[in-house]
């Protein structure tokens, strides 16, 4: 099983934002869960491509109130707020494609310059997907369900 580890280095042209370009055009329904925002980019991206976004983040520093405000007007995205400083997750599922799981939150510099070092976990979801016969379902979809 190969798992794709993406952590932004020049030599290795592995950026996290090349991750998210290559799952977004094979999903229509994107779940994000992360504890910062402060850049929208991805989210408008994801809008203009015709993505539905359901995405929680927590409200607090470093979460930035202007990012906050160009979230709410961007189209197809349904917004929830965390606020207790415990909610840290970096978690971004591309439908049934894949998912990146690991430490970069919804910024520019976790897209493209910090060494977060998330994994693409496209070769687990493809195979848990065959084992319930072609999609989550029963006790697996509440348990995935359940992170958003």
């Known amino acids: 099983m190969n798992l794709n580890l993406y952590s932004n280095r020049n030599s290795r042209r592995d ?9 977004i055009t094979k999903a229509n329904n994107i779940n994000i869960a992360v504890a910062f925002l402060t850049d929208t980019s991805v989210l408008e991206k994801l809008s ?22 160009a ?6 995205i349904e917004a929830r707020f965390f606020s207790d400083r415990s909610f840290h997750p970096k978690l971004y599922i591309f439908g049934s494609s894949g998912a990146l799981v690991g430490s970069a939150n919804l910024t520019h510099s976790a897209m493209t310059t910090n060494y977060d070092g998330p994994r693409n976990l496209d070769s ?3 195979y848990t997907w065959e084992q319930k016969g072609g999609g989550p379902s029963g006790e ?4 995935a369900h359940a992170v958003i």
Do not use: M, W, Y
């Open 48 to 69: 203009k491509q015709g993505c539905k976004v359901r995405i929680v983040v927590r409200l607090g520093f470093p979460t930035s109130p202007n990012a906050l405000e």
């Open 71 to 76: 979230l709410l007007k961007i189209s197809n």
């Open 124 to 126: 687990v979801l493809s």
């Open 15 to 23: 950026f996290i934002q090349n991750a998210v370009d290559a799952l």
């Open 140 to 143: 697996f979809k509440e348990e």
